[in-house]
Nanobody
Framework: QVQLVESGGGLVQVGGSLRLSCLAS????????MGWYRQPPGKERELVAQ????????NYADYVKGRFTISRDNSKNTVYLQMNSLKPEDTAVYYC???????????WGQGTQVTVSS
């Protein structure tokens, strides 16, 4: 049974930091590029960051570059998102994503709420 379980979300003040974690199970984690997406209130889901299978290459959305860092530990089947200098517009539900070779082999986590208060 495939599972992606996010944790680490919560309420933080502007300028603060959070570290999200996503623990994967039920598939070969090291074979999958991974990503973090978010869905702000009333908006569509959007890409935050991506990381390749070995962690050598990372891609970030412009609105988080320089503030967020994606990383992974294949020995722990976990992908992380370090979020610094948080802004109110970062408020969203954050989702972990495993990018498979097809839609049926791609997986989403259940999401974790991040709220940045001003």
């Amino acid at each position: 049974q495939v599972q992606l379980v996010e944790s680490g979300g919560g309420l933080v003040q502007v300028g603060g930091s959070l570290r999200l974690s996503c623990l994967a199970s039920g598939f070969t984690f090291s074979n999958y590029p991974m990503g973090w997406y978010r869905q702000p209130p009333g908006k569509e889901r959007e890409l935050v960051a991506q990381i390749t299978r070995g962690g050598n290459f990372r891609n970030y959305a412009d609105y988080v570059k320089g503030r967020f860092t994606i990383s992974r530990d294949n020995s722990k089947n976990t992908v992380y998102l370090q979020m610094n200098s948080l802004k109110p517009e970062d408020t969203a539900v954050y989702y972990c994503y495993a990018e498979g070779s097809s839609r049926t082999q791609s997986y989403w986590g259940q999401g974790t709420q991040v709220t940045v208060s001003s």
